[in-house]
């Protein structure tokens, strides 16, 4: 409680417009009520039984992290990620460098999992469609 306490005082003091405090499920009870008590706006992403991530601070932070809708931080798009490093203070450079190796990523992810159509499969293409349609990937 400590640390929650003081990311409450760097979040008062204006040093940070959102914090992300993770901690353990047990004592969420406890910070829910200090964050009520000081009204500050907050979300709670559930990561595990055991461990909890709270997001707190400006509610259109706070907003904008809800509305990412994914159940853990691993799960952000690379733009997810790069607004929410940006909006806790994080570097910016290194936050671009995250972006683009992330992205990268991807691409490369998605390029992977293309799949051609199978000869005989009904929504094959046949072969004159076949030759009029081909794309070059680099």
């Given at each position: 409680m400590k640390v929650l306490c003081h990311h409450i005082y760097e979040y008062k003091k204006g040093l940070r417009n959102l914090v992300l405090h993770t901690m353990d499920?047990?004592?969420l009870e406890k910070a829910e009520e200090k964050l009520r008590q000081y009204r500050i706006t907050y979300f709670v992403q559930y990561v595990t039984?055991?461990?909890v991530n709270v997001f707190f601070g400006k509610e259109q932070c706070v907003k904008i992290v809800k509305?990412?809708?994914r159940r853990t931080l691993t799960d952000f798009t690379p733009?997810?990620?790069?607004?929410?490093?940006i909006m806790l203070g994080?570097?910016?450079?290194?936050?671009?460098d995250r972006y683009l190796v992330r992205n990268a990523k991807r691409q490369v992810q998605t390029a992977n999992s293309v799949q051609l159509p199978c000869a005989g499969h009904p929504n094959a293409f046949n072969q004159?469609?076949?030759t009029e349609s081909r794309v070059e990937m680099a």
């Open positions: 499920s047990r004592d039984p055991q461990k509305s990412f809708q733009e997810e990620d790069f607004i929410l490093g994080y570097d910016r450079l290194i936050q671009c004159r469609n076949d």
